[in-house]
């Protein structure tokens, strides 16, 4: 079945690091791919989804590229702050009513 | 812009109890969903409803009922909880599926089982 990989279950970087979240999926067809973002004892918030290849998606500062050809949508930012501490979920619209997510990224910002 | 709001945000029950969870949404979405999220897994969709009176299962239905009477509700039951079981249950809505339309999120009832 469809499947979504998210290699890192914690990213630790300092204030103003590039940041890089790695989303790898498994499915056929051209899938709708979505970032979610959730703060500490809140439930996940959209972030930005693509669904066609080379489609880039963009939210806050962050940004991520649908790849076909390595089935990936990598999280990227430029300059990450404190306030961008939080877990990250990489998701893959099974059907219409299904999302498979990832396992989540845990992003721990340094001051 | 609208809300889900989750009761209760922490519950605590005894092995063997049944539990139940409710969500209540004033977006006016037609489709709700329940997901479970365990520490270092992702989200786990147990069921979801695309309208009102309609139930679907997810992957991870068993040992769990779900009800939608209203379009602005949507119940869960733990039929019977299971010892030292502790996770967070994620009610979310969308306007119509998934594949075009951003999900929103509840905060989350804690669960821990004694």
């Known amino acids: 079945g469809d499947s979504v990989t998210q290699t890192e279950g914690q990213v630790a970087l300092s204030e103003e690091d590039f940041l890089t979240i790695h989303c790898n999926y498994s499915?056929?067809?051209?899938?709708?791919l979505f970032w979610y973002v959730q703060y500490p004892g809140e439930g996940p918030q959209f972030l930005f989804r693509?669904?066609?290849d080379k489609e880039k998606g963009s939210s806050r500062g962050f940004e991520a590229t649908y790849d076909k050809g390595t089935t990936s949508f990598h999280l990227r930012k430029a300059s990450v702050q404190e306030s961008d501490s939080a877990v990250y979920y990489c998701?893959?619209?099974?059907?219409?009513?299904?999302?498979?997510w990832g396992s989540g990224t845990k992003l721990i910002i340094k001051p | 812009g609208g809300i889900i709001t989750q009761t209760p945000k922490f519950l605590i029950g005894q092995e063997g109890q049944k539990l139940t969870l409710k969500c209540q949404q004033n977006f006016n979405h037609d489709t709700m969903y329940w997901y479970r999220q365990d520490s270092g897994k992702g989200l786990r969709l147990i069921y979801y409803?695309?309208?009102?009176?309609?139930?679907q299962k997810g992957d991870l239905s068993e040992g769990y009922d779900a009800s939608r009477e209203k379009k602005s509700s949507f119940s869960l039951t733990v039929t019977s909880a299971q010892k030292n079981e502790m996770a967070v249950f994620l009610c979310?809505?969308?306007?119509?599926?998934?594949?075009?339309?951003?999900?929103?999120f509840g905060a989350g009832t804690r669960l821990s089982v004694l």
């Open positions: 979310a809505s969308s306007i119509d599926g998934v594949g075009q339309n951003t999900l929103y």
């Open positions: 499915a056929s067809g051209y899938p709708a």
């Open positions: 693509a669904s066609r």
């Open positions: 409803s695309i309208t009102e009176n309609d139930l």
């Open positions: 998701a893959l619209g099974d059907s219409n009513y299904q999302l498979i």
